[in-house]
Every structure is written in C-alpha cells, then in structure tokens.
C-alpha cells in the first residue's frame, strides 16, 4: 500500500515567520493509471492535489477545492464512486487506502477514517492524538504520532499490529497487504509482519530515506539517490534498471517498483498478473510527475499540473426551484494561467436526469450539473461533484473587476424541502500564469512539487530566482538565509537571524581563531574560554606566547586549574612542564614529574628516607643508597660488568655496563653531594 505525502518544511526562524507565504505551490493535474484493463476515472473529477491506490483496485482522490473522491478503478464499474466519503473529512493533508476503505491525516494533525463499520481499521482510537504520517493496510492502520512512536490498530493479521518493544524513535511509516516498513531516527529500516520470501528482512545496515512496500517484496531510497529491494523478486520488481539514475521517490505496487526521477520522469518495472507486461512501463505520455503510487494490478501517478488559486463559498444551504444560490468571490486574478474549472459540491434533490443545476458567472451560463443518469443521488450523507470549465471570455469579462459571481439555478424539478441535510458548495480553481524562472521546460510548481527545499519559504516562488523576496541572502547563494538558518540553526549560532559567516565575511575580527565560528559562541564553550574571560585562549595565546608555557593550546592558569590533567602537583601556581624546563634537575629521572612531587607521594620512590628519588641516586652511582660512592659500589657494579640492559649499574645510558661506567663510579668517589 503506498501513499502521497508532500514534504512541508517547518518556518523556525522569526525573520521568515513574518515575511513568508502568500501560497504555497501546488501543481494539480490529472490522475492518470496505468496497468490492468479498463481503467477509469471520474469525469467529474479535475485537477487533483493528492493521490492514493489500493490493492483491491480502488484509487482515491483529493481534488483541488479539497474535495475527497473514492472510485474503483478497474474491472467492473471502473470510473464509478464506491461510495461517498464523509463530507466533514477535513482539511487533507495525506490520503492513503485501505482494502475498501480509507484513512486521511488532517492538516490539524488528527487522523480520519471511512469504510465499513465492519472493517475494524476504521475505528480511529480515541487517544490517538496528533500525528505526522498515517498508512493504510489490508484491515489495518499505522500512525506515526508527534513523539515519533508508531501506534497501530485493526485486524492483527499475523501481527501486522503488534509495534516491536524494541522499535525506536520513528520518522516514516509504510505499510502494504500484511506487512509495516518503517524508518527509525537515523535511517534504519524496521519490518513486521507477514514475511513472505524476506520482504520483512531489510539489509541490516541499509540506511533510508523512503520505503515502499508491494505484495511480497519492500524498497527503500538512500539519501544518494539510490534503491535497495529485499523480498520476492521473480519479476526483477527488487533489481533496479542498470541505467537507472538518482531517485527522488520510490513505492511499490504488487509486483513492481516505481520511482520518480529528479526531472519528475517516472519508471516503473516488474510484472502484472492483470495484464501482464503493461504494468512494467510508464506510459510515454505520461510526462513529469510529482507523486507517485503502487497497488495491485496498476500504477498511478499525478503529472505536473497547475499552480492553483483555489476560492471557495461556505456552505450555500438548501436550494431547489425557485430558491437559486449564488456566492461573490473577491480577489479574483484578472488573469488566469489556464483553464478555470468551477466546481460543485451538493446534497439535494437531485436522483433525476430532470433535476439538475445550471452554474452561470456573472450572468454567462457555463453549463448544467448533474443532469446525467447517475451523476447525483437523493439527499446523500455526502457531497455529489461536478466541475465545469469556464470559457476564457466570460472569465476575462468577469475577473476583470476583480470580482466574480457564480449563480447556480435548479431545475423545476429539484425541492428544495426534500432534503434535511441539504448542502451546496461552490469553488473556483484559477491557474496562476505559468513561470519557469529556471529555464527547464517545467512549471515552476511542479519543481518546488518535486523538491520542496527549492521553496524554502513556502511563497510559491523558487529561492534561487528571487522568490525569497524580502528576505536577505547575504552568502548570496539563492536561498534566504532564514531559511538556511531554519534547515540548519548552527549557521547562525548567536541566534541573531543573520548567518555568522555573513558576520565574519563582514568583521573577520569576529572569529579570531578563523574556525567559521563566531568568537561569542566559542566561548560558550569551557573548552575554548577555560578560564571564562570572554575572550577565545587560541587568540589570547596567539598575542602572548607565553600565557601558554607548554604550547598545549590552554592558559597555564587554566592547566594549573587542572583542565585536562594534573599539571601543577606541588600546587604552586606554575606549570610542572615549564618548571622543569626551565630547571631539569627538578625532574632528576626525568620522568615528567616535579621529583619534590614523587617524594610527596610515598609509594617507594625514597626507602632510604634521606629525602632523595631513589632512583636518582643509583643512576648517580650510589648503588646501595649509603650516601656513599664506595667499594660496595664498585663490587655492585662489577657483578653485573657486560650484561645487557642491567638492572643497576648502567650510568652513561648505553645499555650496558663497561668502563666507561667505571670511569664514572670513579670519578664520584666519595659522598652523594
């Protein structure tokens, strides 16, 4: 089971919080199928925003106005609603589809389902809570709530509802016929539930961005571009083509796999046991795309469309003969990038080919709506649609005042006491102009559609042709900083809304030790400000060599302090290592310690108690630690004369005892001074 989620970037930064969003891009087209034979699609359904398929052959749709429609795609009654969905769904920000019924995820965060009351997945738990990500199985529902834990529920096929103990922090989910794919914080892949031929047994170090999974096999996107498949692959549907270029999308139907290229091309491969073959292959027509899906026996996509300008009435009430309803919309573009589409929504009286509506603007008849059989019911729970093009005169004679009237008349036909829950909603969907402002053939909505990151601000417009406007881009790399700064708020440490390299590029004596950081911010840092000053110790040190004795990057104020070990054990204020460097015999085995500091500590180094390292006076030659250079000495000294490495006895350093360690004892003979 797949679905189709446009990526929404959060506004964090107050800079572009105030300035951001007189729309965001939309690109709605046609929903176009392809696979199984005698697909169909509603002819009253438009432009589409957002799409869903199912593995029982059933696609659904939100339309431009927002409207959710919900048909059987194939085989018999191919085109024809199943049935209507609720008409209080909502806002719809994701659509997914169930095995005959249907899960959204509301702009709001709350999650809606519709169906069967039999079908247990439609009963949304009360406790549920807000959420960022639905998906919608055979009889069963992930979502993805707000904390990032994943909460299921519905017929627990083979425990397709049971959440691992063990599932971390969640930032995906994905769902099909029987089997979850999910992507943990971090990018691992986690599956459970039916695990046909390995579909629940990801590559375990596979790191992803985007899962799909098909009947008996799953994918998932890198970052790089790239897929990965596991599970059945008798039809190649887990083998990528070998000239298969970067991906920006991925999913998976039964048997196949579908991406998205990053010029919105599609690719699909594998095998269709409908019809087999036509499933493998995008159509040649089918053009850019902006979303993509898989199910059993088909593929679907949206191809780029429209910009929209969507205008909608409230509610309009009741109507019948002889009580008309019309709306006045205001702001209307006097200019339209294409064809615009009205649309009616409507309970009524309306079962008849006699009962019908006429939609007229500003006076002009644009056609009738819902005069053909089965076009429309009687007084339904939900909402009947017809859309109706509006010819390019009359909407340039009536946008030209930036005002428009749409009247809708029913026929004599229609009561308008009939119906208790009567209702009637009117839009109108106005194309923006097209724009490419970067000269690649497509509508500039259809490239913010495919990478939202090009419209870091949500105006509509791409950054790097402008569309920050009135937004700084002081790097002057075509995104505003704002948005940079909301993508990544290190950019801007001292959270001051301009970027710190802008900062640094424009006062390099901000960032002293030139690491692309600003000083204030390395000082919040005990590492880079040990002794708390306000001022970098790497721009100190440089000024003044000697604030730093041991060149170990720190303050000796701060070394003495103890940041990083013990370097003043005889705790007078002086750095040992430079002690000792300025007075060696300090360190009289030169084994970097203060020897005052060794005799402090016990530990053996003076059993003679004589107030001196043992180890010194042996080296110097008094090898029995008498105070004395004597014949004991001497006799020490000649029982280990020509051994390797000896224990005692080796004064010159050499390895070894010989005469010039005689020469030595000699030349000390008589009292250790």
């Known amino acids: ?145 707000l904390d990032g834990s994943v909460r299921t529920w519905g017929q627990n096929n083979f425990g397709s509802t049971i959440v691992p103990a063990s599932l971390g922090t969640v930032v995906a989910v994905e769902t099909n016929y029987l089997h979850n794919v999910v992507i943990e914080q971090g990018g691992k892949v986690v599956c459970w539930g039916l695990n046909t031929e390995g579909s629940c047994n990801p590559p375990a170090t596979l790191r992803a961005v985007e899962v799909g999974a098909g009947s008996n096999h799953s994918v998932a996107r890198r970052a790089d571009g790239t897929m990965v498949g596991w599970g059945q692959n008798s039809y ?89 309803r019309e709306h006045l919309f205001t702001g209307v573009p006097a200019t339209a990038g294409g064809t615009v589409e009205v649309a009616i929504q409507a309970a009524g009286d309306l079962d008849l080919t006699t009962e019908f509506l006429v939609v007229k603007v500003d006076g002009q008849t644009i056609g009738t709506a819902f005069n053909t059989s089965g076009s429309a019911g009687d007084c339904p729970t939900g909402l009947d649609r017809a859309v109706l093009q509006v010819p390019d005169a009359i909407f340039q004679a009536a946008a030209e005042d930036g005002e428009v009237t749409i009247r809708v008349e029913p026929s004599v036909g229609v009561s308008a006491t009939q119906c208790g829950n009567a209702a009637l909603f009117v839009s109108m969907s106005v194309p923006r ?25 949500r105006d509509g417009a791409i950054d790097s042709c402008g569309g920050g406007s009135g937004l700084a881009d002081c790097d002057q790399d075509g995104t505003p900083d704002a948005c940079q700064i909301s993508g990544s708020p290190g ?135 008498n105070g004395l250079i004597d014949g004991a000495d001497l006799g020490a000294l000649l029982s280990v004369w020509g051994l390797p490495d000896p224990p005692y006895g080796d004064l010159t350093g050499n390895g070894s005892v010989d005469g010039a360690d005689l020469g030595e004892l000699l030349s000390r003979w008589g009292p250790v001074p």
């Open 433 to 457: 102009p097209f724009s490419d402002c970067n000269s690649n053939g497509r509508h500039d909505a259809c490239d913010i559609e495919i990478d939202p990151s090009l419209d870091c601000n």
């Open 491 to 625: 950019l801007d440490c001292d959270a001051d809304g301009t970027l710190d390299s802008c900062e640094i590029a424009a006062n390099a004596s901000l960032d002293c030790n030139s690491n692309g950081r600003l000083d204030s911010c390395d000082v919040s840092s005990p590492l880079l400000d040990c002794d708390r000053n306000g001022l970098v110790d790497a721009c100190e040190i440089a000024a003044n060599q000697g604030l730093d004795c041991n060149s170990n990057g720190f303050h000796d104020a701060c070394d003495v302090a103890g940041t990083g070990g013990p370097f003043d054990c005889d705790n007078d204020n002086l750095v040992d290592s430079c002690e000792i460097a300025g007075n060696p015999s300090l360190d009289c085995d030169s084994d970097g310690t203060l020897d005052s500091c060794q005799l402090a500590g016990g530990g053996g180094a003076d059993k003679d108690a004589d107030g001196r390292i043992d180890a010194c006076e042996q080296a110097y030659g008094d090898l029995d630690l």
């Open 1 to 145: 089971m797949t679905r189709d989620l446009r990526r929404h970037f959060p506004i964090a930064v107050p800079a572009l919080a105030a300035l951001a969003a007189a729309h965001p891009a939309s690109a709605d087209g046609p929903y176009r199928a392809w696979g199984s034979v005698s697909l169909g699609v509603p002819a009253n359904l438009g432009r589409v925003r957002l799409i869903a398929a199912s593995f029982a052959g059933e696609a659904a749709a939100v339309c431009s106005d927002g409207q959710v429609r919900w048909w059987r795609l194939w085989s018999n009654g191919a085109g024809i609603d199943i049935s209507q969905v609720p008409r209080d769904i909502g806002e719809v920000r994701q659509l997914d589809l169930g095995q005959s019924w249907g899960l959204v995820l509301r702009t709001d965060g709350t999650v809606r389902a519709w169906g069967p009351s039999i079908i247990s997945a439609t009963i949304v738990p009360s406790d549920l809570g807000p959420c960022s990500a639905i998906a919608a199985g055979y009889s069963h529902a992930l979502a993805l709530r």
């Open 236 to 324: 190649g549907q887990c083998t990528p083509p070998a000239d298969l270029g970067p991906i920006v999308r991925i999913a998976a139907g039964g048997d196949t796999t579908t991406v998205m290229l990053a010029d919105g091309t599609v690719r699909s491969w594998g095998w269709n046991s409908w019809t087999p073959g036509s499933e493998a292959h995008a159509p040649a027509d089918l053009g850019p795309c902006t979303s993509i899906e898989g199910a059993n026996g088909f593929n679907a996509a949206l191809p780029c469309g429209l910009d929209m300008q969507v205008l909608k009435s409230p509610n309009l009430g009741n109507f019948g003969a002889g009580v008309p």
